[in-house]
């Protein structure tokens, strides 16, 4: 057994046929040249990460089970211990197999040989060529490409392109949860449409694309509701008003808080989920969001999740940072659960508890056109703030976000 992961790689990678792996590589750029030591794990011949990193002049980052290795503005994430790797950022994960996996030893993370010598000479082939003979990799340099006028910027500091989608929750038969203080008559579902069609007017009036999920009282399925932001869309927000089922004080809670994708970390964020996530019942002849029982499409949700989790984290923190200055009560802070409308978003997603319902304070704001407007500037001025974050770190500072 110890001898198949060198037989995939006589089959697969660019060595001389069969060949033993050689003690170390070199990696010659316009830096300079580094050699780079070869260990073999199981079997595999493998590259600390860090040292390939420096010689290449790219990112390394590594956040749980994941580790990013970023180069020449492209991005490789490999899962450790799993044999393959995912590329770039897209609606659909693009996957690379490989013949053994990154690994984790003490201190060091390594990377397998064969990504030097195979996956990085083949898809980025007008910068690296790999010598079979040298065990050699070399960087001939960024392609000359020819660039039209730079595009103008937007007056927030913004290019041109970005496309958010805004979800006001519920709508139609479906009224929200219990609305016990919103004044006159309102339900959970007139508040997140009121604040919803501010925010698109707030985030066009700022440069920014809108997409609606909803614009009327009408139901829209919660697992037709992620996927309208696809590959063209940046940022998928969706708008709820919370509320606490009866028990001691539960009136006297209140306050925002926003959510990114995960399993629930509090019994409140997972009381939360279920009540949002109860909306289901009222789709007629619709099936469920995905509920992982598919092992295959499990595993690519998985990927696409964990890809723009860092993301969807970053922007739901500048939520709770923007809304202070909207809303009068208490920063409940970011939270992480199970919501089905964020399960099946194709790009970073975030749902805003806007406040609760249950309270009378909390009930004032929501229900006062002020109050729905105050809260709308602050998620676009959040928005504006993660997309100009999001241009830095990928790299968007010369090219304009229409072509990502």
Request: overall charge positive.
């Amino acid at each position: 057994m110890i001898l198949l992961p060198l037989v995939l790689l006589c089959a697969s990678a660019p060595l001389r046929p069969c060949a033993p792996p050689p003690q170390a590589i070199s990696i010659t750029t316009p830096r300079g040249d580094t050699r780079v030591p070869v260990s073999l794990v199981a079997g595999a011949p493998m590259l600390p990460a860090g040292l390939v990193a420096g010689a290449l002049g790219g990112r390394l980052a590594v956040v749980d089970d994941w580790a990013e290795l970023t180069i020449a503005t492209q991005s490789y994430r490999f899962l450790i211990g799993a044999p393959f790797l995912v590329r770039g950022i897209s609606a659909v994960p693009q996957v690379e197999p490989l013949a053994a996996g990154a690994v984790a030893r003490a201190d060091t993370l390594l990377l397998p040989l064969e990504f030097i010598s195979t996956i990085l000479p083949r898809l980025l082939k007008e910068r690296y060529t790999w010598d079979p003979v040298a065990f050699r990799l070399t960087e001939r340099g960024p392609p000359v490409v020819a660039r039209g006028p730079t595009p103008q910027r937007l007056p927030n500091g913004l290019l041109p392109g970005h496309q958010v989608v805004v979800d006001p929750g519920h709508g139609g038969i479906d009224p929200g949860n219990p609305s016990l203080y919103l004044p006159r008559g309102m339900k959970e579902k007139d508040v997140a449409l009121a604040v919803g069609l501010l925010l698109r007017d707030e985030l066009r009036r700022r440069g920014i694309q809108v997409r609606m999920t909803r614009a009327t009282d009408t139901l829209i399925k919660l697992g037709d509701r992620g996927p309208m932001c696809s590959a063209a869309c940046d940022l998928f927000v969706s708008l709820h008003v919370n509320s606490l089922a009866r028990r001691p004080n539960y009136t006297q809670t209140r306050g925002y808080e926003t959510y990114f994708l995960s399993e629930a970390k509090t019994e409140d964020a997972a009381a939360t989920a279920r009540m949002e996530n109860e909306a289901i019942r009222y789709e007629v002849g619709g099936e469920t969001p995905p509920d992982g029982s598919d092992p295959l499409g499990f595993i690519f949700r998985d990927l696409m999740v964990n890809e723009h989790l860092r993301e969807s984290a970053r922007a739901a923190a500048l939520m709770q940072d923007h809304l202070a200055s909207a809303h009068p009560g208490p920063d409940r802070g970011v939270r992480q659960a199970p919501f089905a409308v964020l399960r099946t978003a194709r790009r970073p997603a975030v749902l805003v508890e806007l406040g609760f319902a249950t309270n009378r304070q909390d009930s004032a704001v929501l229900g006062a056109r002020a109050g729905q407007r105050a809260l709308a500037k602050a998620i676009a001025d959040a928005v504006v703030t993660y997309l100009l974050e999001y241009e830095r770190r990928s790299g968007q500072s010369e090219i304009g976000a229409t072509s990502r």
